[in-house]
């Protein structure tokens, strides 16, 4: 049974940084979607950034392009998401999401931020920037 447990959110001042975390345990895969996705209060869930981790060119949501990056463990099921020069506006409820079966989500970038077709959502990880 696939589990995705995320990590590293609290509270950060606009300008600061965080390291999230999305460790995937009860997975057989060696190649798989992760995505990134958050929630701001009272509105819709959008999609972060995603990344294949077989090696592909991750994708990123407009808003966050240059500030935060996606990036995988070289040996664990781990992908972070790195967030630098937060703004009050990234405060969010943050969650990952995996997509295993062929073809994943991230064949597109519209897909793999659309969070249609992710097989597995973790609890998420709460970001507050003050």
């Known amino acids: 049974h696939v589990q995705l447990v995320e990590s590293g959110g609290g509270s950060v001042q606009a300008g600061?940084?965080?390291?999230?975390?999305?460790?995937?345990?009860?997975?057989?895969?060696?190649?798989?979607?992760?995505?990134?996705?958050?929630?701001?209060?009272?509105?819709?869930?959008?999609?972060?950034?995603?990344?294949y981790v077989a090696g592909q060119t991750p994708y990123y949501?407009?808003?966050?392009?240059?500030?935060?990056?996606?990036?995988?463990?070289?040996?664990?099921?781990?992908?972070?998401l790195i967030m630098n020069n937060v703004q009050p506006e990234d405060t969010a409820m943050y969650y990952c999401a995996a997509d295993w079966k062929w073809p994943t989500v991230c064949m597109t970038a519209d897909q793999a931020l659309g969070a249609q077709g992710y097989e597995r959502w973790g609890q998420g990880t709460q970001v507050t920037v003050s």
Not at 63 to 78: A, D, E, M
Request: aromatic share 12%.
């Open 16 to 51: 600061g940084s965080l390291r999230l975390s999305c460790a995937a345990s009860g997975f057989a895969y060696n190649s798989y979607c992760m995505g990134w996705f958050r929630q701001p209060p009272g509105k819709e869930r959008e999609g972060v950034a995603g990344i």
């Open 61 to 80: 949501a407009d808003s966050v392009k240059g500030r935060f990056t996606i990036s995988q463990h070289n040996t664990k099921n781990t992908v972070y």
